[in-house]
């Protein structure tokens, strides 16, 4: 790989690390404000509206500067929003900014790697930042909590700088301090991100051509017989991926008795799990391929259905495990595919914003039907059988309109090469 990979992915980690970081940050800040239980789920809400909402926007936005340049702009207001927490605005509203910035700044740092690498870079390219994505989700978590916790906050707070009163008096105001650290960090990597040569078009200024643009690229990528199957799989996959996190942290404390926080461990395994099946997956799977991978979605819904019968903490870990490789080894080609037809089709900002859009409102879609389930009292394991369910009969549903396409024939040709 050339060296400005490298740079786009330590800017991807410490953004990443900074985001996941400050969740737990803002779930603090709310506990400081006494604020109602339901609200510290809506953290997520305000944070994910963005790409759904912003998506005809920042793929324009993201294709009409070098990427580099987007990225930095989308941690400027990363940085802002977590002022805002920080001098007193509502924690739902400032981390909303802290997800527009992340809206715009995820069509850059996937878009990047097509116009920086050759198509058959494009898998392992995707496994790298995958991996190193679970990497600053699990790390991210950690150093929040520990931001949060007595013993290192009371350190930080005792620090004192003579002359200077800084008005930050509690955990999470010390946390998110310290957070605002790695979004810098990860703006001057931004700064340092070549630039790739590529031509930008100016934004458009009218937002109605920007909806009416991006409502034509949703149906293009959509009508492509290898683009549909590639955002199909990746839309069901986060949607479920979001939902999986909940379902196991309920099914934790029902079925093996843990605490919320015990639970928490599971989601970790199944991160690492998720980082070695990218792993393998960039290592094993060339794009012209990339579809091989669809039964791999299948047996995920079916090994799903298992929890049911598990009783055992280490067979929980080991299911968690599983669920998790087979889950980075199906997105990683199937991301690679999709990000390949976007280029091709729109450019690679666009794409990234359908996908985006996609699913993430299939995570708003998803959690909410959970949220409807668990309101409404179904069982647990009920919820885990239609979860299951629902994923190997949808993945089975797109293998089959794939082999139909392929009897159909004209498929879009992809790079053989090897790249590895």
Same mark, same amino acid.
């Given at each position: 790989?050339p ?9 991807q980690?410490f953004s990443?690390l900074?985001?996941?970081a400050?969740l737990?940050a803002a779930?603090a800040?709310?506990a ?10 809506m953290?997520?809400l305000f944070?994910?509206i963005?790409y759904?909402v ?6 324009a936005f993201?294709d009409?500067?070098p990427k580099?340049q987007?990225?930095?702009?989308s ?9 805002g927490m920080l ?14 910035g992340?809206?715009a700044?995820?069509p850059?740092k996937?878009g ?12 392992v390219?995707?496994?790298? %930042?995958e991996?190193l994505?679970?990497g ?5 978590t950690l150093l929040g909590?520990?931001l ?13 700088i003579?002359h ?10 010390i ?5 605002i650290?790695?979004y ?8 340092h991100i070549?630039n790739?040569g590529v031509?930008?078009?100016?934004a458009?200024?009218?937002p109605f051509f ?5 409502t034509?690229?949703?149906?293009q990528?959509w009508?492509?017989k290898l683009?549909q199957?590639?955002l199909?799989?990746?839309t069901?996959f ?8 909940f379902i ?7 079925a093996?008795?843990?605490t919320?926080?015990?639970s928490t461990?599971?989601?970790g395994i199944t991160?690492i799990?998720?980082?070695v099946g990218?792993?393998v997956a960039a ?10 991978v669809?039964p791999v979605g299948?047996?995920?819904g079916? %090994?799903?259905?298992g ?13 968690m495990t599983?669920v ?7 997105v990683?080609p199937?991301?690679?595919l999709l990000q390949?037809r976007g280029?091709v089709l729109?450019g690679a900002g666009?794409?990234?914003?359908v ?17 409807l389930l668990?309101?409404f009292?179904?069982?647990?394991y ?8 629902f ?5 089975t ?6 082999q139909?396409n392929v009897?159909?024939?004209?498929l879009?040709q992809l ?6």
């Amino acid at each position: 790989m050339p060296f400005g990979f490298y740079i786009i992915m330590a800017a991807q980690f410490f953004s990443s690390l900074a985001d996941n970081a400050l969740l737990v940050a803002a779930i603090a800040t709310l506990a400081t404000l006494n604020s109602p239980a339901w609200l510290t789920p809506m953290l997520k809400l305000f944070f994910t509206i963005s790409y759904v909402v912003l998506a005809p926007f920042v793929g324009a936005f993201a294709d009409a500067l070098p990427k580099g340049q987007v990225m930095f702009i989308s941690n400027t207001i990363k940085v802002a929003g977590c002022l805002g927490m920080l001098f007193g605005i509502p924690p739902l509203i400032a981390y909303g900014i802290v997800g527009l910035g992340a809206a715009a700044y995820s069509p850059a740092k996937y878009g990047i790697l097509t116009e920086y690498l050759p198509p058959p870079k494009l898998v392992v390219a995707n496994g790298w %930042i995958e991996g190193l994505t679970v990497g600053s989700i699990v790390l991210g978590t950690l150093l929040g909590g520990a931001l949060i916790s007595n013993t290192i906050a009371t350190q930080l707070l005792a620090i004192d700088i003579p002359h200077i009163e800084t008005g930050i008096d509690t955990a999470p105001e010390i946390a998110i301090t310290f957070i605002i650290v790695f979004y810098v960090i990860a703006a001057i990597f931004n700064l340092h991100i070549p630039n790739t040569g590529v031509d930008h078009k100016p934004a458009h200024k009218n937002p109605f051509f920007l909806v009416r643009d991006f409502t034509h690229c949703v149906r293009q990528l959509w009508s492509d017989k290898l683009g549909q199957i590639s955002l199909a799989t990746t839309t069901l996959f986060w949607g479920a991926g979001a939902t999986l996190q909940f379902i196991v942290l309920k099914w934790a404390q029902i079925a093996l008795g843990y605490t919320l926080s015990e639970s928490t461990v599971l989601q970790g395994i199944t991160a690492i799990g998720i980082a070695v099946g990218a792993v393998v997956a960039a290592r094993t799977i060339p794009l012209h391929r990339a579809v091989s991978v669809l039964p791999v979605g299948i047996a995920m819904g079916v %090994i799903t259905i298992g929890l049911i019968f598990v009783k055992n903490a280490y067979v929980a870990m080991a299911m968690m495990t599983l669920v998790g490789a087979l889950s980075g080894y199906f997105v990683v080609p199937m991301n690679a595919l999709l990000q390949h037809r976007g280029h091709v089709l729109m450019g690679a900002g666009h794409s990234i914003a359908v996908q985006n859009f996609n699913e993430n409102l299939s995570i708003l879609m998803m959690l909410g039907i959970y949220a409807l389930l668990i309101k409404f009292d179904f069982s647990i394991y009920t919820v885990i059988t239609l979860f299951g369910v629902f994923v190997a009969v949808s993945m089975t549903l797109v293998r089959n309109r794939h082999q139909a396409n392929v009897r159909a024939g004209h498929l879009p040709q992809l790079p053989a090469e090897g790249g590895h």
